[in-house]
């Protein structure tokens, strides 16, 4: 043991865990602050027979991510602001044909090419309602390098398992910052693997609804020769103007992530039992927002934090269970109160949300959301 | 021969208009395939949006239809995830050159062994008759009712300058030729282009007052001059012509032989 305790910064954590979770193809386009991905799997992916390519925009880089996974090969593509708004169009095709992918967004300030070396947190709205059209997304949000190698590993199970994209939203600071992680060994990892048809080619439905709600899904050139089409289709793949077929689709898309949400959905709770005041946050923020919770407490404020590791969906029992708990929540985050928002949604109005924000690029410091509790005492 | 091994039979009939290019094309598409025998099973046919992208949907083979544009990249992922499939890209001129402009260079400098089949009617055939980059100046369009007033691409010539290794152009009159051309571009190893001239007689035939539907695939036999012949032709004499034949044809290391061989020399 030992031989795989690194420094390293969450950008190489996610090229690492992709690697370990069978990920052979990583197609992109360079963008700080997620270019390191790109650099270290350029490397990487020849040694364990997979392959890489840099495309020419990130517009092609989505697409040849989808084209390889449907090849049925775990694929993997990483960028930040403007290119996540360029892969919109062909991560809707993702959600629509329901091919797993995995795309990493290291966010940085915006709108437009915004602070391109800063961080900022103000693409989660993006992660949801990036591209056109009704479909459920999942998007997780580490807070450290090691949880940045765990869930690159999740992330790939979850869009496998679901048949979706799925977006892991790094910031600056976390795909930045050298940590010291002990990775564990890829023998011990947990690896979901796409389900995939057992029946006679001439029976496969590629988009036929079962209780599972996931259809299994065939690799190309494997025998089951299908149609994959980014128009809405029936449960044999080919395009359809028939509206009860059109809705039956639609909103198996919309709730095919309802029964298994207790699976996907993830937060931590760090001393909410006794707490008067409640900090919910994600991402880099749930760092300062960790001191200032250990400075109140030293103070003598009952402070309790919930961190969101699922952003999508939306934690939305927790949040309602936590503000039954507390007397107000603290909601910091690098934008301008994106989560926030939701989070009152969360709780109905049973408690006031504060938000806390920054846009200037400056990470938080920790006395800024002590003040604001202070405030709120 | 039986064409209906080929085909999603239940899927038909097609789209495509009547006196349409389209079907001519896929008919050439499907012999060559026949004649060299490929295996269903290994063909993938990849393509973007637009009358002409909507080819995959009535093969049977493994098909996928895309993002307008986008068949090319998704194609790229698709070979260099399974390097052993013979993929195909079936583009319209606009599909291809206009919003997937970008992605048709660039895969054509790497070389990838993609065989694109790229079928140019001068319009946007599938939204009504709007101009493309490929219509002709002076020519009419529903966004262009003065005449269109920019340049056309010479899609061909593009391929052949971005650095493909095999890059041809044929009509859909000279079905033998055509069915050749598709069997090269099948044996070739990089990337293939045919520019496939197929007439629109209903976005682009009609409001440049070509008569009956007809008269597009037949004057295809009057424009046509062989590439032999056009060399010692002067540009006065090309105008409106179709240059057809084997533009380029050159031995050109393909992108993923040379990728697998440069990463297994430095691991
Ligand atoms: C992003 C996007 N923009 C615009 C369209 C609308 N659209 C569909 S087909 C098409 C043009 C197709 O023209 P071409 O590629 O020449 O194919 P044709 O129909 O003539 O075969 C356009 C503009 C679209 N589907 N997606
Ligand atoms: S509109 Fe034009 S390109 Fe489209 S099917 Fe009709 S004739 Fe063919």
């Known amino acids: 043991m030992g031989s795989r305790t690194y420094m390293m910064q969450g950008n190489l954590a996610v090229a690492e865990a992709a690697i370990d979770a069978n990920c052979r193809f990583f197609a992109g386009y360079p963008i700080t602050p997620s270019s390191e991905v790109a650099e270290h799997l350029s490397k990487r992916l020849p040694q364990v027979g997979g392959r890489f390519i840099q495309m020419e925009d990130e517009i092609a880089a989505m697409g040849a991510v989808i084209g390889a996974s449907l090849g049925g090969v775990k694929s993997l593509t990483a960028t930040s602001g403007p290119g996540y708004s360029l892969k919109q169009e062909n991560i809707g095709y993702a959600y629509l044909t329901e091919v797993p992918v995995v795309i990493v967004n290291v966010m940085r300030g915006g709108p437009s090419t915004g602070l391109p070396t800063l961080p900022s947190q103000s693409d989660v709205m993006q992660a949801m309602w990036g591209t056109h059209g009704d479909h459920t997304a999942i998007a997780l949000s580490p807070a450290s390098v090691g949880e940045s190698y765990d869930m690159t590993i999740r992330a790939f199970n979850l869009s496998e398992k679901f048949r979706m994209p799925v977006t892991l939203l790094l910031d600056e600071i976390i795909g930045h910052v050298y940590e010291k992680v002990s990775l564990p060994d890829p023998k011990d990892l947990h690896i979901v693997n796409r389900k995939k048809p057992t029946c006679p080619p001439d029976k496969y439905l590629p988009y036929a609804e079962d209780e599972s709600l996931i259809p299994p899904m065939a690799s190309f050139g494997d025998g089951y020769r299908y149609h994959v089409t980014g128009l809405v289709h029936d449960e044999t793949g080919f395009p359809t103007n028939n509206p009860e077929t059109i809705d039956k689709m639609l909103r198996r898309l919309h709730r095919k992530l309802d029964p298994y949400m207790s699976e996907i959905i993830e937060v931590e709770e760090r001393e909410t039992e006794n707490a008067e005041i409640g900090i919910v946050t994600y991402g880099s923020s749930a760092r300062a927002s960790s001191s200032a919770m250990r400075a109140a407490r030293e103070a003598g404020i009952k402070v309790g934090m919930l961190r969101l590791k699922t952003i999508w969906p939306f934690p939305t029992e927790a949040i309602f269970k936590f503000g039954q708990r507390v007397k107000s929540i603290i909601v910091p985050e690098l934008n301008l109160g994106q989560i926030a928002h939701e989070v009152e949604q969360a709780i109905k109005g049973t408690v006031k949300v504060h938000k806390v924000n920054r846009i200037n690029g400056e990470p938080f410091h920790p006395d800024e959301i002590l003040n604001k509790i202070k405030e709120c005492k | ?267």
């Not at chain 2, 402009?101 to 009617?121: F, P």
């Not at chain 2, 033998?176 to 598709?182: F, Q, R």
């Not at chain 2, 010692?232 to 061989?261: C, H, Q």
Request: charged share 20%.
């Open chain 2, 1 to 267: 021969m039986d064409y209906f091994p080929y085909l999603r039979k239940e899927k038909l009939p097609h789209i495509w208009c009547s006196g349409c290019g389209d079907g001519i094309a896929l008919k050439c598409i499907i012999r060559a395939i026949h004649n060299k025998g490929l295996d269903k099973n290994k063909i993938a046919m990849v393509s973007g949006i637009g009358c002409s992208s909507r080819t995959p949907g009535y093969v049977d083979f493994n098909t996928l239809h895309t993002t307008h544009g986008r068949a090319i990249p998704f194609a790229t992922g698709l070979k260099m995830a399974r390097p052993e499939l013979t993929v195909f890209v079936v583009t319209g001129d606009g599909d291809a050159t206009a919003i997937g402009g970008n992605h048709l260079i660039h895969a054509a400098r790497r070389n990838i062994d993609l065989k694109v089949l790229l079928y140019n009617n001068h319009i946007y055939g599938m939204t009504g008759g709007q101009v493309s980059p490929c219509t002709p100046m002076g020519d009419y369009a529903t966004t262009a009712p003065y005449g269109c007033l920019e340049n056309s691409f010479d899609i061909a010539g593009l391929t052949v300058a971005a650095g493909a290794s095999f890059v041809a152009r044929s009509t859909v009159y000279h079905v033998k030729a055509l069915e050749k051309l598709i069997e090269k571009a099948i044996d070739k190893e990089g990337f293939s282009l045919i520019e496939i001239m197929s007439p629109c007689p209903t976005s682009y035939g009609k409001i440049n007052k070509k008569g009956a539907n007809k008269n597009l695939v037949l004057a295809q036999k009057t424009q046509s001059v062989p590439v032999n012949k056009a060399k010692d032709m002067s540009p006065e004499d090309l105008k409106g012509k179709i240059v057809t034949g084997i533009l380029a044809d050159r031995d050109i290391p393909e992108y993923i032989k040379n990728y697998d061989m440069l990463t297994s020399q430095k691991k």
